[in-house]
């Protein structure tokens, strides 16, 4: 069965500036994780593959892994490692990987534009 899922964004990714900040690949990002969030809250721990992002919403590694770098310099999402299987006994979790939590309150936050270092060469006089 087909289930329609929608979102609400909140009114502050517009009103104080993300969208005009964020990259593309952040803004598509940030909505993925706004849709697997599906509004439990902040402290709800996401994770998909690479696999899954590409099946569900047509996104490439690239911009998935690009958007959550900068999601995450602007304070939008923090990361934690957490094991594969979190029911396992062992010392050592032999399998990690990143789990991503949304940080909804830094939306109230005015962006910022974060100036990119340009490095601009010149070339030798001969």
Known sequence: MLQHRYI??????????????LSDAAVAMFLALLCENGGL??????????RDVEGRFALSEDTRSKGLRELGKAGLVTAKRRPVNETDFQ???????NVHFLRMERLSETAAIT???????????S
């Open 41 to 50: 809250g902040e402290e709800v721990p996401l994770w998909f593959s690479p």
């Open 115 to 125: 100036p990119r270092r340009r490095v601009v060469r010149v070339p030798k006089s």
């Open 91 to 97: 010392a050592e979790a032999l399998y990690m990987r």
């Open 8 to 21: 609400q964004i909140p009114q502050t990714f517009w009103t104080r500036g993300h969208i005009a900040v």
